[in-house]
């Protein structure tokens, strides 16, 4: 699937991979015992697994414009170059792994981040921009509400450390 996932990159097709999906589009995921599984090799990245230390945390970053909240939970971390390719430049909590405040990868329509759900119900005005991606002008769900609750859980992940 590599030469077609490829093309629809190119052609700007939407795609959202969250969680650890992302790590099979890298070079390999390297494990504990320093074995390898190849990926599929689109992005010059590569992920090493840590099975006993899972990584917990927060995120508050920045999107184009769209300031970005949400939650990771990983036993895997990212490293290659990911700075023309960056999703979100992270202001709290870690980007691609500890040392990094670059979340992600976008190239084109593409976002590829370790932030999991509930990503899209967390950040209504980035769920608004894949709509927009995908040629949609609808406007989320409950905006009003949904709204309400993305700016107080920005204030509430602020006061944290």
Do not use: W
Not at 74 to 92: H, I, P, R
């Amino acid at each position: 699937y590599k030469t077609r996932i490829i093309e629809l990159i190119d052609k700007n097709v939407v795609f959202l991979f969250t969680g650890n999906a992302l790590e099979v589009l890298g070079n390999y995921i390297e494990n504990e015992d320093g074995t390898k599984i190849d990926g599929l090799g689109i992005f010059d990245v590569y992920a090493k697994r840590d099975m006993f230390h899972r990584h917990n945390s927060f995120l508050i970053g920045k999107y184009e414009d769209i300031e970005i909240i949400g939650f990771k939970s990983q036993f895997t971390m990212l490293y290659g170059n990911n700075t023309d390719m960056t999703f979100v430049e992270v202001e709290k909590g870690i980007g691609i792994n500890k040392e990094s405040k670059l979340e992600g990868i976008k190239k084109n329509n593409f976002i590829g981040t370790y932030l999991i759900g509930p990503l899209l119900i967390l950040n209504p005005l980035f769920t608004k921009k894949i709509l927009e991606m995908l040629g949609l002008n609808n406007e989320v769900a409950l905006k009003e509400d949904t709204m309400a609750a993305y700016e107080a859980r920005i204030k509430e992940l602020r006061k944290l450390g």
